[in-house]
């Protein structure tokens, strides 16, 4: 069985996220790659989110129905509800739709890519946040795999 593994060409796991990615800088998604997708996968989904904000873990995106046949993103990808080449986004705690970078108010917070391989198509709307995300992924994940990377302002 394949394991699944998530990378960056602009960050080494538990590394800095450098600025470019951050709301200190262009604010846009980081470059993410993986293999080790599940032969049985038919969509992907990824969150991003940072468990050291003050009140409470901050969702930063939110991405699914990516399929399963894509191998990466690229870098900046727009914030449109439709992702080219498939998949749609949801809304972060900005209240946008896709990326929102890292933003802390103080000190250095940890920021979680989490990928997961899904057996199905998931049928939610652009409006979707992660705890629907999350709800509708239960039972039909096949694999996940998480990067982490770190900011400080």
Not at 108 to 114: C, K, S
Not at 120 to 140: D, F, I, P, W, Y
Request: one cysteine or more.
């Amino acid at each position: 069985m394949s394991t699944l593994e998530l990378s960056s060409l602009a960050f080494q796991e538990g590394g800095s996220i450098p600025r470019e990615y951050t709301c200190d800088g262009k604010d846009i998604s980081p470059p993410l790659a993986w293999d080790g997708i599940p032969d049985l996968a038919v969509t992907l989904s990824l969150i991003c989110d940072d468990p050291d904000a003050p009140r409470g873990t901050w969702v930063h995106w939110v991405l699914f129905n990516l399929p399963a046949t894509v191998t990466s993103l690229p870098a900046g990808v727009p914030g449109t509800p439709q992702v080219n080449g498939g998949g749609q986004q949801g809304i972060n705690d900005f209240r946008k739709s896709g990326y929102g970078g890292p933003c802390p108010p103080s000190g250095t917070h940890r920021y979680y890519f989490r990928l997961y391989a899904l057996d199905v198509e998931l049928n939610l709307g652009s409006s979707t946040s992660r705890s629907q995300l999350s709800k509708a992924m239960e039972g039909h994940v096949l694999a996940e795999a998480q990067l982490m990377g770190r900011y400080a302002r």
